[in-house]
């Protein structure tokens, strides 16, 4: 038995692989849900994705409130995609267009390479609806905006808009 195998099978692995490897397989996960779902219900299957990761993103939202001690400013909101960026292993850019408007772009993201590699993009299915749930339920009064979606040759322009509650 190799010297890897050997330590793999007593548990020791090294942080970064066990990382790699997690990511990897929520990646794949990911995909493939969207991938069965749409083959099988079509539609109805994509709407049902697109309420699992809504649902999961609201979780996560409460848990990074109170893990990470987030408040519910937009500059939060961000934090919290800039999190999961670094946990999914994404690269991001966000660049400040006022006050109340961030936009990010996405140099690499991972989950859009494992699209393309399946040869149809479900970021409206997957991605999108997480995110979106993240930005509301850290930072009420912020919205998500997509003004430029993905395409098969690049990645997403994604934005979180602060809008006041003209009702006070």
Known sequence: MGIMKTA??????PAGNKV???RSNLGRLMTETAIVMEERFGKDGLDAVAEVFQ?????DAIAMKETLGLGNTLKDALDAWIVIGHVMGAKMKPRW???NRVETDHPYCPQHEGFLKKGKLYCESVCWPYVSAVAEGIAPGVTMEVPKPATMDATCTKALVYSPDDSD
């Open 8 to 13: 793999a099978v007593k548990g020791i692995i």
């Open 20 to 22: 790699s490897e997690l």
């Open 55 to 59: 649902r999961l993103g609201h979780e």
């Open 97 to 99: 267009i006022s006050d």
